[in-house]
């Protein structure tokens, strides 16, 4: 997520846009989430205010189905369970 994160920083400041990391840094015109974030109010705010709210999904979570609990180790299944959630 990190490599992909500083590249499309990278490109777009290449091509001429701003780009801000905080929902604190207003102005700006959409908000791009990469995996999941925990500051669901401020996504609710940008998007009262008609900001839209682009998430990109990569299917990071989803393996440990694949092993199960006892493979996996229930650690590591709540915690991709829970980003599961938080990405909902």
């Known amino acids: 997520m ?3 994160q500083y590249k499309l920083i990278d490109g ?3 091509r001429g846009f701003d780009v801000c990391q ?3 840094d207003t102005p700006y015109q959409a908000v791009l989430v990469i995996g999941g ?3 669901l109010a401020g ?3 940008a998007r009262r205010r008609g900001i839209p709210v682009v998430q990109r999904l990569d299917g990071m979570n989803w393996l440990h ?3 199960g609990i006892r493979k996996s180790g229930a650690c590591h299944y709540l915690r991709a369970e829970y980003g599961n ?3 909902r």
């Open 2 to 4: 990190v490599s992909f």
């Open 12 to 14: 777009l400041k290449a």
């Open 22 to 24: 905080h929902l604190a």
């Open 37 to 39: 974030m925990r500051d």
């Open 43 to 45: 996504l609710w705010r």
């Open 65 to 67: 189905r694949l092993a």
């Open 85 to 87: 959630r938080l990405l």
